[in-house]
């Protein structure tokens, strides 16, 4: 290959390099950011936000690799004699690049639903206190209704749903307690787990073992040495009052 034509060709990789794209990834992540402080203002809970920055920093490194990348080539061009005509690498530009479609929380939300619950339908909004809520999905858990469960979560939207694990996770506490008979401990994590984990199943069944044990670790441990499952919204609030249900029918040891 000739000077003349390896200089076209990387003249033509430099511009394909995907630098708006991860600019516009950028602004995507910032928006979801937005959208989950608000949903999380009134909640306890952790939803992920760290995760979140945590990937945006990942991403802002990719971008700076890329830009040191289209540099090097223009470095080498230069030396070649081929850089005085090199197209101009495409960089992100402030002002150009098309504003990301909104992120839709509750279009999120009911497609995560849904697809834990392995169910499928619309969503018909609903404005429920967290504590009717609550109450509703117990009932339904108790009844071993899972159409219910879902519908109801599905419902009520990710404002309503990201705090249901502080209404859940004290009784989750109180109620190990009560079947053991003393403080719950991150060694009995396993065992309620194992114990709990066909009925929480029936109504949430894409909810695997871990994550039960993740939520149960969390409540009973108060949050200490757990596995950390909060990067999933929905799957913690669906997961919490099918545990209160599941913890509710066990008997005391010992009896």
Sequence with gaps: MDVAALAGRLKALAVDLPLPALDTADHRFEAAQAELKEASRESNA???????????????????????????????????????SAAPVAAPVKGRTAAPAPVDPRRWWTERVNEL??????ADPQQVPPTRLFNELLKAAGDGNAEAYCKRLRDAGPETGVKLPGLAWPLVRTLAAEHLGRTPTARDVASLRDKCADKVRSLVPKAEPDHIGAALA????????????????????LVGPALVAALHRLPREGR
């Design 117 to 122: 619950c392995d169910r499928t339908g619309t």
């Design 46 to 84: 952790e939803i992920g936000l760290h995760k979140l920055g945590a990937a945006r920093e990942r991403l802002a490194a990719a971008r700076t690799r890329l830009s040191e990348a289209a540099a090097a080539v223009d470095d080498y061009l230069d030396s070649i004699g081929a850089g005085t």
């Design 218 to 237: 969390s409540a009973c441990t108060l949050g200490r040495g757990g596995s950390d499952d909060a990067g999933d919204a929905a799957r913690t609030a």
